[in-house]
């Protein structure tokens, strides 16, 4: 256990995507653990929950969300709030995490992530939140690095010390994306080693790897096609620095067979020390 929250390192998994359930379910492969897109089990009955039991108890689960809005000014959706708690239930969920970001105002989701303004005041708001979730929940909640394509002008810090900060005033947990590290050096001219050096390395409990669109002025986190082999550096940096984490590739559009899909991930395992 490197981190201090006692999480396990479960290895490279996969997220969990529906083109693959009948393979999972078929051939029964090896892969260590599988991420879950929690809202695609919310709300929902039927054959979605039927692959989701039965996956669940044959892998470990981690729960990723993308709507909890926690930099949003709306009041916190209690409601969603339980239906998570009752999916980690559900799942035995090892962790649920979510992104440093908001979706949108008056009860609107704009089903985008959205950046923050990296101030004294946005910090304060969102550590508030961030404890009010956790204590929904009743454990630490893992928050994500996004991609950026914009910045708040009325920034006072960057990104990384943000995130440190939140993480320690929060007392959460973070899961560090590389491949969004990488994009979002490419867009707004950062040295990625410099985040690197500001991340509270023990509160790191889970890594995301993906693909990317690089349009030459910008460059887009499309999760599209295989990772760069400057973000699979990047992660055997980081994940060294951390003393090893949960490694997950995320891959969810033009998603190729299961077995291409695996073998991508498989991948990292050239660029860190794993378990043993």
């Known amino acids: 256990m490197s981190n201090r929250f006692k999480l396990p390192n479960l290895g490279i998994g996969l997220g969990l995507r529906t083109v693959h359930y009948a393979h999972i379910l078929e051939q029964r492969p090896p892969v260590a653990w599988f991420e879950i897109l929690s809202e695609n089990f919310m709300q929902t009955e039927g054959k979605p929950l039927y692959f989701l039991d039965a996956i669940a108890e044959a892998y470990p689960?981690?729960?990723?969300g993308v709507s909890l809005s926690i930099g949003s000014t709306d009041p916190l959706d209690r409601a969603y709030l339980?239906?998570?708690?009752?999916?980690?239930?559900?799942?035995?969920?090892?962790?649920?995490s979510d992104h440093l970001?908001?979706?949108g105002v008056t009860s609107k989701n704009s089903h985008d992530l959205l950046p923050l303004p990296y101030t004294e005041e946005s910090l304060r708001h969102v550590a508030d939140r961030v404890r009010a979730v956790s204590d929904i929940l009743g454990a630490p909640i893992a928050l994500e690095n996004p991609s950026t394509y914009a910045e708040f002008a009325g920034s006072t810090m960057t990104e990384w010390e943000f995130l440190a900060r939140l993480a320690e005033a929060a007392d959460c947990g973070i899961?560090?994306?590389?491949?969004?590290?990488?994009v979002s050096?490419?867009?707004h001219g950062f040295d990625p080693r410099t985040y690197l050096d500001a991340v509270p390395w023990d509160r790191v409990v889970q890594f995301h790897v993906a693909g990317h669109t690089d349009h030459g002025t910008h460059v887009i986190d499309t999760h599209i096609g295989p990772v760069t082999d400057p973000v699979w550096r990047l992660l055997g940096e980081a994940h060294a620095r951390a003393g090893g984490s949960s490694i997950l590739l995320e891959w969810d559009a033009e998603i190729p067979s299961f077995d291409e899909t695996y073998a991508e991930a498989l991948r990292a395992a050239e660029f860190v020390k794993l378990p043993s």
Do not use: G, P, Q
Request: charged residues 25%.
């Open 61 to 64: 689960i981690v729960m990723h």
């Open 82 to 96: 339980a239906e998570l708690k009752a999916l980690r239930t559900r799942t035995r969920a090892r962790w649920v």
């Open 101 to 103: 970001c908001w979706t």
């Open 175 to 182: 899961l560090l994306d590389v491949n969004n590290i990488y």
């Open 185 to 187: 050096s490419k867009n």
